[in-house]
């Protein structure tokens, strides 16, 4: 009976093997980034191939620290000393930009941006909460927890605000 509590083989495997499953995750709150729509045509915004790789790798952690959670999180979330939330929503597309609207996303799409560092955001789009209980006919039901990258906006040209 010794020889079964002492093998060098199960050891291994079970210490490999994950202690999770996908029902006693929270897999289901994580949101997800959706870079299908990301548009690097506009002056203003970024191209990956445009950025150092300082900066690029910053934005990765910061998308990956970002999924941990599901976007409401981020909603609630304050950073800086004015309390200024991480993610804010902005409806519709704002009046005062330096971007224009992308004629590939829907005009009824909730804009909003990820606050990065100093003036970085990530700008892109959510759907809208009333549109995941109605599903396309013979599709998949609309995700509201996947935000969708447009803009990389590191000067702060999405949305203009007025100088102090």
Not at 8 to 21: A, N, Q, S, V
Not at 66 to 94: M, V
Request: hydrophobic share 30%.
């Amino acid at each position: 009976m010794k020889k079964f509590n002492n093998n060098p083989k199960k050891d291994r495997f079970l210490k490999d093997f994950p202690e999770t499953c996908i029902e006693n995750s929270d897999i289901e709150l994580r949101f997800k980034f959706n870079f299908s729509f990301f548009d690097d045509s506009q002056e203003h915004g970024s191209a990956f191939s445009e950025l150092g790789p300082g900066v690029l790798s910053d934005i990765m952690e910061k998308i990956k620290d970002y999924t941990r959670h599901e976007l409401n999180y981020w909603r609630h979330q304050r950073c800086g000393s004015g309390g200024l939330k991480i993610l804010a929503d902005y409806g519709a597309f704002p009046v005062k930009s330096n971007f224009t609207h992308p004629k590939a996303i829907p005009n009824n799409v909730n804009w909003c941006r990820f606050r990065m560092e100093n003036l970085s955001r990530l700008v892109g789009f959510t759907i809208p909460g009333g549109y995941a209980d109605k599903p396309k006919k013979d599709s998949l039901p609309y995700d509201p927890n996947t935000f969708y990258l447009v803009f990389i906006d590191l000067e702060h040209n999405f949305y203009i605000t007025e100088k102090k």
